[in-house]
């Protein structure tokens, strides 16, 4: 039988996921795992290289935990699919040190997210991390250490991918054929505008609905969503095509939405009242993925036992590659 191609999706550790990224990554990648061996990985090595403070350190295990639990709720199969977290098969850093041997200063500082990070952190590029310059080949390491070919991501990860395939095929050049150029499979997303109705839904903008939120906190966030601004009275009529609650009823509540347009446009239906059964939409949408995170909640070792398992599979693929490498570049006893 012929091997399936591999799929290789990693996620910064970041905690509960909301609407927006479940969107985004799960819900799109849970489908992969019929056409595609499939590797999940909450990269916590990934989250060591913008800390500021030990306090930082201290939620990466909470974030692993939350993220996984929201993982399996999603459907995301440990039986089918490999789950584990970075750092526990070390191998990547093996492999992150050798391909730094192959990759230009220069690569790496013209990438667009690096020169972004180091505004963001108030930093210089003489004063960053050495680690955060190599962020991108650490990726490239994560993604090849396990040979796969395609790596679901957004378009915002589409210089890194580049940039995998340079190093690629410089290493493959220059030690023979080892690794496939990994290829971006971008996820066909809706982008989420958040509760603002302005940007994109995200928790540090503080606009976002966690999945594992309950129906009440569900209901409470709704209710603060902007909608149109010219709707300054319950008299006026409204612009659904310019409030982001009509936007969120066309995703989750897709039975009510001509009627939500006709009686928006007529003032026949209140902002509180929309908003109220914009919320039922999304509980009732969520639902099946509570229920099943709670279940998982209830079973204290579950996830543990998930990435102990998932990082045991890794690990064997992890040691084959690792071998061939040193045999290439010389490493290997003769
Ligand atoms: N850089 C990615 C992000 O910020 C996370 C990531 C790290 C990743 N390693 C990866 C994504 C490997 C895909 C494959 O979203
Ligand atoms: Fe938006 Fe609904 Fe209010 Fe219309 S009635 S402006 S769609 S919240």
Redesign the pocket.
């Known amino acids: 039988m012929e091997r399936k191609e591999r799929i290789?999706?990693?996620?910064?550790p970041t905690g509960k996921l909301h609407l927006g990224n479940y969107l985004g990554a799960p819900q799109n990648t849970v489908d992969l795992q019929d056409s595609y061996e499939s590797i999940y990985?909450p990269?916590d090595i990934?989250a060591l290289t913008t800390i500021t403070s030990p306090e930082d350190t201290r939620e990466i295990q909470p974030n692993i935990y939350e993220m996984v639990l929201d993982w399996l709720a999603a459907d995301l199969d440990p039986e089918r699919s490999i789950i584990f977290v970075?750092s526990h098969v070390p191998e990547v850093l093996t492999l992150h040190t050798l391909l730094s041997m192959v990759t230009p200063l220069g690569w790496l500082m013209r990438v667009p997210?690096f020169k972004e990070k180091v505004r963001q952190m108030s930093e210089t590029e003489e004063s960053v991390n050495y680690g955060l310059v190599g962020?991108p080949v650490?990726?490239t390491a994560?993604?090849i250490l396990y040979k796969a070919s395609a790596?679901?991501?957004?378009e915002?990860?589409l210089p890194?991918l580049e940039l995998a395939r340079e190093i690629v095929r410089r290493f493959n050049n220059m030690f023979g054929d080892t690794f496939p150029e990994p290829q971006a499979k971008l996820t066909e997303a809706p982008l989420i505008v958040g509760l603002d109705g302005q940007q994109k839904m995200s928790k540090s903008l503080d606009n976002h609905i966690d999945l594992a939120a309950t129906p009440a906190e569900t209901n409470k966030r709704v209710l603060t969503a902007f909608t149109d601004p010219q709707r300054t009275h319950r008299s006026t009529p409204g612009r659904p095509h310019l409030c982001n609650v009509y936007s969120l009823h066309k995703l989750f509540n897709p039975g009510e939405v001509d009627t939500v347009y006709q009686e928006c446009t007529t003032a026949s239906r209140g902002c509180v009242d929309c908003k109220r059964h914009l919320a039922e939409g999304v509980n009732r949408y969520l639902e099946p993925l509570r229920e099943k995170r709670r279940e998982y909640e209830n079973r204290p070792d579950y996830v543990k036992d998930v990435l102990t398992e998932g990082a045991q599979r890794a690990k064997a693929i992890a040691l084959e590659t690792i071998g061939e490498v040193q045999e290439k570049m010389g490493l290997a006893l003769p």
């Open positions: 290789f999706s990693g996620m910064r990985t990269v990934h970075l997210t962020y650490l990726q994560d993604i790596v679901p991501v957004g915002d990860q890194h």
